[in-house]
Nanobody
């Protein structure tokens, strides 16, 4: 009963920028961690960046210094600012949220995924 809706993907030239957004809604009690993952054709899904509710972040080595993750806890929204994009950043980007849901008075673990948004970087 939790939905993650992503937006902001598209086509950009190498060196350009994009900003991804992901808004979570539904029976949310708390969200501890929000993150972005990506999956390129023929490759496994990999972590790009994640951020805790207190603001602690970690990034994949391949995006450090180019991507910035941030979140608005009040809106249950996470952002990914991607600068200096490279063709190898081309992938479907997925949002993930981990935390707790509250449904009919019961708390349950939350591990939700968005539908994915395509980022294509041309050379």
């Amino acid at each position: 009963q939790v939905q993650l809706v992503e937006s902001g993907g598209g086509l950009v030239q190498a060196g350009g920028s994009l900003r991804l957004s992901c808004a979570a809604s539904g029976s949310i009690f708390s969200i501890n961690v929000m993150g972005w993952y990506r999956q390129a054709p023929g490759k496994q899904r990999e972590l790009v960046a994640r951020i805790t509710s207190s603001g602690s972040t970690n990034y994949a080595d391949s995006v450090k210094g180019r991507f910035t993750i941030s979140r608005d806890n009040a809106k249950n929204t996470v952002y990914l600012q991607m600068n200096s994009l490279k063709p190898e950043d081309t992938a479907v980007y997925y949002c993930n949220a981990g935390g707790t849901t509250l449904v009919t008075g019961h708390l349950n673990a939350l591990d939700a995924w968005g539908q994915g948004t395509l980022v294509t970087v041309s050379s």
